[in-house]
């Protein structure tokens, strides 16, 4: 139904930081929970954080906590995911997805995938 376009990917080094962003144009957008994925060489896919139709709800995962934070702007079609503290272990290619129901919780099924953005941390 819907098709997200994730940007803000880069190289950066241990310790700093990185602001993902992902879009989907159209009248759906608010209606969608959205999520970010990640993915490393070699390893299974992620989950990271997550986000309620409404914004005024949040889920992350343990290794994040503390350092990541997911927002929306239904108004601008828009999910963001802002990253500090950055560690080697973040590398990844990280995607942007969305669902309509189910409670954000359940990391099984996301559905709506973008094609994802590669973030890369040295240390």
């Known amino acids: 139904q819907v098709q997200p376009v994730e940007s803000g990917g880069g190289s950066v080094q241990a310790g700093d930081s990185l602001r993902l962003s992902c879009t989907t144009s159209?009248?759906?957008?608010?209606?969608?929970?959205w999520a970010w994925f990640r993915q490393a060489p070699g390893k299974e896919r992620e989950f990271v954080a997550a986000?309620?139709?409404?914004?005024?709800?949040?889920h992350y995962a343990d290794s994040v906590k503390g350092r990541f934070t997911i927002s929306r702007d239904n108004a601008k079609d828009t999910v963001n995911l802002e990253m500090n503290s950055l560690k080697a272990e973040d590398t990844a290619v990280y995607y942007c997805?969305?669902?309509?129901?189910?409670?954000?919780?359940?990391?099984?099924?996301?559905?709506?995938w973008g094609q994802g953005t590669q973030v890369t941390v040295s240390s």
């Open positions: 997805v969305g669902k309509i129901g189910g409670p954000i919780t359940n990391t099984h099924d996301w559905n709506q």
């Open positions: 159209g009248r759906t957008f608010s209606s969608y929970a």
């Open positions: 986000i309620t139709w409404s914004g005024l709800t949040t």
